[in-house]
T-cell receptor, first 114, second 114 residues
Framework: KAGVTQTPRYLIKTRGQQVTLSCSPISGHRSVSWYQQTPGQGLQFLFEYFSETQRNKGNFPGRFSGRQFSNSRSEMNVSTLELGDSALYLC?????????????FGSGTRLTVV | QQPVQSPQAVILREGEDAVINCSSSKALYSVHWYRQKHGEAPVFLMILLKGGEQKGHDKISASFNEKKQQSSLYLTASQLSYSGTYFCGTGLWANNNAGNMLTFGGGTRLMVKP
């Protein structure tokens, strides 16, 4: 059974640019969540999608957005990149409710903003 | 509000035991434990649900004290492979758009030496 696939693995962008990250969840999993991981802040929740609908959103500025497609694949977009956006972005898939089932994480996309 | 983990770091010799604690100020539905090795994705260890029993497999087990909203992860007879950062994730059962997510603690770095 394939795991959670995130692309690309590494990304270097310049301040002001925008970036799109992709996540393919485990087959059959309908919930996709995104987290930002930094040494100082740990794992911070960005948003969660289920059946193409955003069900929950963390405390991040509107520059961070996402969407989910009918095949459960999800994308995350960050516009007008700032140096502070440098982080590991993790995608996590779950069959339904994370509280009950937990997550399977992807390997992440390491974003560096210069 | 994120759960509080203690200790922040622990160094063990192979064969020694360790306990990692996770404490929340909120009424929890579930507690999840993950281990992350350097440069890798967090890997699911176990989930403890409200009203459930203590979980365990092999030499790693965990408990959930619902009265205190605390969970503990027990690692016995530690092996080199146990090294990594351990995170607890807490779930609040919310029948609204505030749910469907886990909030993670700051992590506990565990190093097992030969």
């Amino acid at each position: 059974k394939a795991g959670v696939t995130q692309t690309p693995r590494y990304l270097i962008k310049t301040r002001g640019q925008q970036v799109t990250l992709s996540c393919s969840p485990i087959s059959g999993h309908r919930s996709v969540s995104w987290y930002q991981q930094t040494p100082g802040q740990g794992l911070q929740f960005l948003f969660e999608y289920f059946s193409e609908t955003q069900r929950n959103k963390g405390n991040f500025p509107g520059r961070f957005s996402g969407r989910q497609f009918s095949n459960s694949r999800s994308e995350m977009n960050v516009s007008t990149l700032e140096l502070g956006d440098s982080a590991l972005y993790l995608c996590a898939s779950s069959p339904a409710w994370a509280e009950a089932y937990g997550y399977t994480f992807g390997s992440g996309t390491r974003l560096t903003v210069v | 509000q994120q759960p509080v983990q203690s200790p922040q770091a622990v160094i063990l010799r192979e064969g020694e035991d360790a306990v990692i604690n996770c404490s929340s100020s909120k009424a929890l539905y579930s507690v999840h434990w993950y281990r992350q090795k350097h440069g890798e994705a967090p890997v699911f260890l176990m989930i403890l649900l409200k009203g459930g029993e203590q979980k365990g497999h092999d030499k790693i087990s965990a408990s959930f004290n619902e009265k205190k909203q605390q969970s503990s992860l027990y690692l016995t007879a530690s092996q080199l492979s146990y090294s990594g950062t351990y995170f607890c994730g807490t779930g609040l059962w919310a029948n609204n758009n505030a749910g469907n997510m886990l909030t993670f603690g700051g992590g506990t770095r565990l190093m097992v030496k030969p």
